[in-house]
């Protein structure tokens, strides 16, 4: 977890853009610390007046990310596609 932690804070901190898409395809479970380091995430890009997009979520992640308020945080989205659109 800490790895996947510090890879995301990698990607935020060389976001280009002020908006990030996050593919989570290949996410089986989301815990308590994967909460944590979306929400972490989260207020970095916002405090650069940015955005994180999540698409392809399994419906349990999806329901995790739902169940803990944070629908009203990200951006979510089907499809890739429809992320970057």
């Known amino acids: 977890h800490v790895d996947a932690e510090r890879e995301?804070?990698?990607l935020v901190a060389g976001?280009?853009?002020p908006r990030l898409v996050?593919?989570?395809a290949g996410l089986?479970?989301?815990s308590s610390a994967g909460l944590r380091a979306l929400i972490s995430s989260y207020k970095r890009m916002k405090a650069r007046g940015g955005a994180i997009a999540l698409c392809e979520l399994r419906p349990?992640?999806?329901e995790i990310i739902e169940i803990s308020g944070l629908r009203a945080v990200f951006q979510l989205h089907g499809t890739r596609a429809e992320a970057l659109a």
Do not use: I, K, N, P
Request: hydrophobic share 45%.
């Open 15 to 17: 976001a280009g853009q």
């Open 28 to 30: 089986e479970y989301l």
């Open 8 to 10: 995301l804070v990698a």
């Open 22 to 24: 996050l593919d989570c």
């Open 60 to 62: 349990d992640v999806r």
